[in-house]
């Protein structure tokens, strides 16, 4: 019984040593990315879940893209077209909870770590709401420590 098990377990390990391919694993091919799976940044959903939208890369649109066929619906915001727009492109952009609404953020200043200031403006995205409402207050979260 010995015998048999141990023959069985040198077929196993030689099996899987021939299973492993031709060219040998070196640090080169770890470090280099070869094995790094492919994404996308700056994907960010939109609050009905059937569509996300990106920040095209000048900073001046955001499009938004269908996640069932990952095709381009439409364009939510431009800077060229938007009524009352007095800023040529932006840094991010988040939705409100219901979706009605774009809070854009331009002139990004970093001050530490994942602080920063920015000047924002909230946009509807409804054809007959007001414009674009912004309070160019630069407003700080505490007066102590770095933010």
């Not at 023959?7 to 390990?13: E, N």
């Not at 077209?81 to 007095?86: F, P, S, V």
């Not at 492109?89 to 200031?117: E, M």
């Amino acid at each position: 019984m010995r015998k048999v098990s141990l023959a069985l377990l040198l077929c196993l390990l030689c099996l899987a040593g021939m299973a492993q391919g031709q060219k040998a694993l070196d640090l080169k091919d770890i470090t280099s990315g070869r094995f790094r799976p492919e994404n996308i940044q700056g994907v960010i959903p939109t609050p009905d879940g059937e569509h996300y939208t990106q920040m095209n890369a000048d900073g001046t649109q955001i499009i938004k893209y269908s996640f069932r066929t990952g095709e381009k619906v439409e364009v939510i915001f431009d800077v060229n077209q938007a009524r009352e727009c007095d800023f040529k492109n932006f840094d991010s952009y988040q939705f409100s909870p219901d979706g009605d609404k774009l809070l854009i953020a331009t002139k990004t200043t970093p001050i530490y770590r994942h602080s920063y200031t920015a000047v924002h403006y909230i946009y509807p995205l409804k054809r007959n709401d007001k414009g674009v409402t912004t309070n160019n207050i630069i407003e700080r979260l505490s007066d102590g420590g770095p933010q």
